[in-house]
């Protein structure tokens, strides 16, 4: 691997947890290095940090928080 690679997985903890528990990326990383983005969304998909999942978490808030203020009603 690259150094450019190897900094950007240890700069972010939760990708270097990611690559821990997901060794196979060690075998395609040194292979093509390049691929270090594709398994930066992979690892957000899992651990559901897209903004898709962030938006979705807010809403989920919305409603319980809606939920609540009819309870006390």
Avoid: A, C
């Avoid at 150094?3 to 395609?28: A, M």
């Avoid at 390049?34 to 897209?50: G, L, Q």
Wanted: proline fraction near 1%; hydrophobic fraction near 35%.
């Amino acid at each position: 691997m690259i150094n450019e690679t190897i900094l950007k997985i240890r700069e972010n903890p939760l990708l270097y947890q990611y690559l821990k528990y997901h060794s196979y990326w060690y075998k395609i990383l040194l292979r093509d290095n390049n691929r270090v983005n594709e398994m930066i969304s992979k690892m957000k998909e899992e651990y559901k940090i897209t903004t898709k999942d962030k938006i979705d978490m807010v809403g989920q808030k919305i409603n319980m928080i809606r939920s609540l203020l009819e309870v006390f009603r």
